[in-house]
């Protein structure tokens, strides 16, 4: 099977780290022409930098707030000045630097931050291209989940495991929306990966055997890494997945 995406425009949104670097590098390999948004102008650069496009792949970088409907409508604009976008890979989330504490210590701040980025710039996304994509009869729509929204996150924040709950209904709702326009729109939920500086974090505070225990639990006996998270979106947003819609994908090693 060779996965090709020639011709194609790819927007795909925190590119700065591990994951949405991955699928940036994966997409341009094969040949699309990405445009990678983040927040952080110097290691999205990098992303950049460190990318090795195929035969008609580039990358493209702009710093822009997903949280922002305005932002990521320009972006969407100049990324379909040629024609439309043709897949949005919405990776940026996270936990906003965050760490899990009571429900009732939790700011009312600190709850719509993490909804901002990770759901509500879903949607953003989603609705900036969604026009496009109708009107040509083609689109995939890829969202980074978590296996936080389907089961109990490790981070113990609340706001993360529901806004990541809150994207696979929102994939659901939308397959069931864009399908009949020819747009599919899936989901990938990654386990943990050593990927950002939060899980570095997170994968240190547990010690030796907080580290074996996780371990343990993973039926592979592996951590994921980016790349593997990306190798399921090239998947999911190819021709080969040409009748998947409205799936959300756990890609963790097994682990129940
Ligand atoms: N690493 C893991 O263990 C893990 C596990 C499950 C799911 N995920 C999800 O995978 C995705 C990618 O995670 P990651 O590990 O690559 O890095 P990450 O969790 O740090 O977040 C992804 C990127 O989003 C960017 N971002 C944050 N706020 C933004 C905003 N308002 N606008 C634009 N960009 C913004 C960050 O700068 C970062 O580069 C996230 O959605 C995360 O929730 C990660």
Redesign the pocket.
Known sequence: MEIGFRGKTALV?????????AIVHGLAARGAQVWA????PD?LEETAATAEPGQDGGVHWRV????DAAAVARLAAEASEGGAVDILVH??????GQVGQPVEEVTGEQWQDIF???LK?AFNCVRAVAPGMKERGDGRILI?????GLSVSLTGIQAYASA?AGQIGLVRQLAHELGPFGVRVNSV?????R??P??ERQWRSMGVEGQERLMGSIPLRRLGL?EDIANAVMFLVSDYASYISGQTVSVNGGRQ
């Open positions: 949104t925190g590119a700065a780290h591990g994951i949405g670097r948004c983040d927040v952080l290691t822009a707030d997903v949280g990776s940026a989330g996270g936990t906003r901002d980025v990770n710039g980074i989940s978590s296996g936080a990541k939920a990654p386990g943990f990966v990927s950002n939060t899980s980016a």
